[in-house]
């Protein structure tokens, strides 16, 4: 009978993990490829906003400026009658003409279109949208589709180390819960079955088995929050490409600038198209404790650039940042640190009061490196300063609501600082603001 409870417990368990990782990798392949499709579309529709109102030579010159050095996706402008006149990845006096591609016939026909197929171009599994202009060209892009497998083994060695460690623990629980279960049965005597108390010595199982469940419902309560606190976050890096690019559209950016703009609206494009990628790299960091391969970084550079995107949003409030830096170097990963910087700024924000103002402070100090970010908003009361870490934990509930606050900003940035060495320091005073201390160890080597 032991060996029987032992051995059913610890089957249940690892086929109970075995499916459930099989379900989140099917959910987590299908979310994905729905999102890159997503992108792609959003990249597209927010292109032709600019385009429109060009003419064709200047559509040409303004996406050779934009993606000729661009290798990641490929954009091609198709004349109405099929005659490619731009693409970025290909000699267009070679394509032949591409009115027949079914893309290019939807755009045609219903404003917009969308086809996957093998490119007769560079030989690779491809995903088309193409979005029909006010001149009557066809502005298409395209990007290879990640296939399943490809993304099955991305995220492979995180999925085994944590069915590595769930089939040990299980092992190890199974053997105790069997002992916990039979043993006081096997110490019952048959003669004085009355006053044997088995209810008493099975309580701590039960017990266990109520704590677990609990703590199940927790981590499911915690994913589901998860997924739709990130879905929020997506979205932050995309208004910043809509205002960039609803000022070339509308004429207010000067021509020197619309290079600059799309620099801009490329590398935020590349944030959210990354930021799924950058959290499960974070979860990755977290276990191993450490930074790998790390480089030297301009913390007064990155704070700049995380100033320069947040600005105007801090404007629509009325609020002034003042920005002290001294240039300054640390180690580490520049997308973790960028995400760091950004998150303590978009706080500093969304948890302002209108007409407030944010004083950030780059340099050296005493302890290390130094990234200060200090704000005139709502405080922190003192029961809750260190509790603001923990994942999706709001102190104003109503306010977070408010400004879309998710919870998950000062997580990222504890784990960010942790994989760092850098240690964090919150001071809070309720309805005077907050300021946030971060101290890197000054390991750069001169």
Known sequence: MRKAINGTLKILTISSVIVSMLLI???????????????????????????????????????????????????????SDGTVIYDNEADTTTMENHFERPEVKQAVTYGNGSSSRNSETIGEKIYYYAVKLNNGSILRMSQPTKVIMYMVLTIMPIVIIILICVIAVSFVSAKHLTKYILDPINEVDINNIGKAEIYDELKPFFARIANQNAEKEKTEKIRREFTANVSHELKT??????????????????????????????????????????????????????????????????????????????????????YTKIPTFIKGNVTLVSELVYNLLDNAIKYNKDNGKITVFVGESAKGVELSVKDTGIGIPPEDTERIFERFYRVDKSHSKKVGGTGLGLSIVKHVCACHNATIRVKSKVGKGTTIYVTFPNNVNN
């Open 25 to 79: 990798l099917v959910a987590y392949c299908t979310q994905y490829s729905i999102k890159e499709k997503s992108d792609l579309k959003s990249r597209t529709n927010i292109l032709a906003q600019c385009l429109d109102g060009y003419d064709e030579n200047s559509e040409i010159n303004i996406l050779t400026k934009m993606y000729d050095d661009v290798s990641d996706i490929r954009v091609t402008l198709i004349k």
């Open 237 to 322: 890096p995309l208004t910043t490409i809509s205002g960039y690019a609803q000022m070339i559209s509308n004429g207010m950016a000067k021509a020197e600038d619309i290079k600059e703009f799309g620099r801009k609206i490329e590398k935020e494009s590349d944030r959210l198209l990354t930021l799924i990628d950058d959290i499960i790299n974070l979860s990755n960091i977290d276990e191993q404790g450490s930074v790998e391969n790390p480089e030297n970084i301009d913390l007064s550079l990155v704070t700049e650039e995380a100033i320069c995107v947040l600005e105007k949003a801090a404007k629509e409030r009325g609020i002034q940042i003042y």
